[in-house]
């Protein structure tokens, strides 16, 4: 016979609650709620992105990185577009 468990004692319901806890706890910690309100994370996302962007830049695997992949694709793309122009 299948027993019917309620939601509250899933695990999975659980941890979402748990995990909705630690966040909404730690969201109202963070300083600026007063005067910046939701836009108080925003130094927290361009620092994110600006590590990103150095990450891109700096970091290689063997001889390559996102710039020099990025760099061949368009030259690449462009010798193409110029051959199909001349060949019309």
Wanted: some cysteine; hydrophobic content about 40%.
């Amino acid at each position: 016979m299948l027993q019917r468990v309620s939601r509250s004692d899933s695990s999975s319901h659980r941890i979402a609650v748990h995990t909705r806890f630690v966040f909404c706890r730690s969201e109202d910690k963070w300083p600026g709620k007063k005067y910046l309100g939701i836009y108080r994370f925003l130094p927290l996302f361009f620092a994110l992105g600006a590590a990103l962007e150095f990450s891109m830049i700096n970091w290689q695997v063997g001889e390559t990185n996102f710039y020099r992949t990025f760099k061949r694709r368009q030259a690449r793309k462009l010798a193409e577009e110029a051959v199909n122009e001349a060949s019309l």
